[in-house]
């Protein structure tokens, strides 16, 4: 079992020059994990997702000082990892065509399917082609209230945007997701 330890503790390690490099080996021990399947879940693809998480460390890693505490240190390496896994999903959509040819992202089961990372069964392939069908903000939303469970004054820390906005943003997920479970077309 893997030994937890606080974020003062860890932030008072990289505080000082002779333990910054254990401080952030157990920054990294204690949130990769969790952040990986956050990122996962966003982008779909196992060496997608270690990409962006790897990208998201080097940027605590350089702006690790810049972190002031007024979040909690989870919440903002989720802002982190959410941003760049927005930028991945944004740059990888400008590369790509097939999801215009392809609305209901045929591609993406048959790349679940494959992938031999994925665990889940026809119901949770199912679910993330839906949410797969997701503006990638909206995903984010709904992946870090569904999956995570995040109360929604952290996910405005991490999302830059209004409790009132992404109430309204995973109701309108949920309803999408809905109606492609019942393959009713929406807008």
Known sequence: MKEQFSDEYIMDLLSKEATHERGFLLLMQTYQEPLYRHVRRMVFDHDDAND????????????????????????????????????????????ETDTIDDPNNAHLANQLRADAFFDGDEIQLRLQQAIATLPDKQRAVFNLRYYDEMPYEEMSVVLDTSVGALKASYHHAAKKIEAFFKGIEVD
């Open 52 to 95: 962006v998480i790897q990208n998201a460390f080097v940027k605590v890693f350089r702006n690790i000082e810049r972190f002031e505490g007024k979040s909690k240190l989870f919440t903002w390496l989720y802002r982190i990892a959410t941003n760049e896994a927005i930028t991945f999903l944004s740059n990888r959509n400008r590369k």
